[in-house]
């Protein structure tokens, strides 16, 4: 995102203030731009489950600060805590944290980093220990900045000769710490002078394309066209798209990718016409824990978000009018799984991986731990 507009800042204790991390309310864009600032570690939990932060990387950075607000000094005795009570606090806040949300990686993968920092920690150092996670959070925040940065230019290569584009949901600057995944050549693009023409989903049942795409790809003097979600296989069939770009929440080792439902079906409209399909990723959004994408965790979340529309001001969390009547069922998955035989390839910030498979991913690791001299 180019505006001035940051996802999430962090805000240290002083005096009497306490640490706190605070967001841009992604419930409320367009209609408001407002910060929610949270002190506590139950208020950052249900930002992240509310969607006030989202987007996979974004989730991980909110998170990796939260670890800081984990209540160390709040013990009822009046004896400073033991270095034992203090780690403890703060893997329970880990533990915590990782409950707020299943599918994006990103979240496990920046509490992992913090839970080293915690077990790192020896008795005599337990005293630095507070001021070691803020650092390790904000170098999170910082590293995912360049990263977003190195997706851009490597996206650049494979859009160069394009004139429009569709992405799905939101994977921009508001995803991210700046710039974003999916929206991170587009915007590299149009520094460069070379302004793409997108079309973005609206991306039922949140909005994120409408309301969260839309509106920082406008902000950025990027032209952009939302459309309803089921119109992209019309939009291709009358040649008006010549790439699909999206970002992902977990990759699997052998390339299938979860991203937002409803990008599945797009991969498969973009194969049928005969129109690439780019994913944009950094490296911790990879789980290559998991061989395949069928053993992703994908969030299941509240049936409200079906029942009614959004509800006054674009707020997701108010409820707008009755959309489905009582008596139906609703299903209401958050993410989906694109095999990796749909996917053209697959973009972080080490570079590209064209049509991905196992081997490839594999190789594309194994390079990053053996870089050419
Ligand atoms: O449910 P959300 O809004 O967190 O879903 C976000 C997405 O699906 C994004 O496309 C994904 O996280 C990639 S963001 C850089």
Not at 107 to 136: C, H, K, N, Y
Not at 285 to 314: H, K, N
Request: net charge negative.
């Amino acid at each position: 995102m180019t505006v001035d507009a940051e996802t999430i800042r962090y805000r240290a204790a002083t005096g009497d203030t306490p640490a706190a991390v605070d967001l841009l309310d992604q419930t409320r864009i367009p209609a408001e731009l407002e910060r929610l600032v949270c002190e506590s570690l139950p208020e950052l939990h249900d930002a992240i489950v509310r969607l006030v932060v989202r987007g996979a990387p974004a989730i991980g950075i909110a998170a990796a600060y939260g670890v800081t607000l984990a209540p160390v000094d709040s013990s009822a005795s009046p004896e400073p805590a033991s270095p034992e009570d203090v780690r403890r606090c703060y893997y329970d806040a880990i533990e915590y944290l990782a409950t707020s949300r299943p599918t994006a990686v990103n979240l496990f993968w920046a509490l992992d980093r913090m839970r080293g920092i915690v077990e790192a920690s020896t008795d005599e150092t337990i005293g630095d220990l507070p001021q070691r996670l803020i650092d390790e959070a904000t170098a999170i925040h910082d590293e995912d900045r360049s990263m977003c940065r190195a997706m851009g230019k490597h996206g650049a290569t494979l859009l160069g000769d394009c004139q429009t584009v569709l992405t799905h949901c939101n994977a921009g600057g508001l995803a991210t710490s700046q710039y974003g995944t999916a929206l991170s050549p587009i915007y590299y693009l149009h520094e460069k002078g070379h302004t793409l023409n997108v079309f973005a989903d609206e991306t039922r049942p949140l909005m994120q394309g409408s309301r969260l795409t839309a509106w920082e790809l406008s902000q950025a003097g990027v032209p952009v066209t939302v459309c309803i979600d089921s119109m992209a296989g019309s939009l291709m069939q009358r040649g008006l798209v010549d790439a699909v770009i999206v970002g992902s929440d977990r990759i699997a080792e052998n390339g299938d990718v979860a991203n937002k439902i409803g990008t599945y079906p797009l991969a498969v409209l973009a194969r049928y016409h005969d129109v690439p399909f780019y994913v944009v990723a950094p490296t911790n959004t990879f789980d290559l824990e998991l061989a395949s994408g069928d053993l992703i965790p994908i969030e299941q979340r509240s049936e409200d978000e079906m029942r009614y529309t959004l509800g006054a001001d674009s707020n997701v969390h108010t409820k707008g009018r009755m959309a489905v009547p009582r008596e139906a069922s609703v299903i209401n998955p958050a993410f989906d799984v694109t095999p990796a035989d749909l996917v053209t390839a697959i973009v972080t910030e080490q570079g590209v991986i064209k049509q991905p498979t196992r081997e490839k991913v594999q190789q594309h690791f194994a390079a990053i731990q053996t870089p050419a001299s």
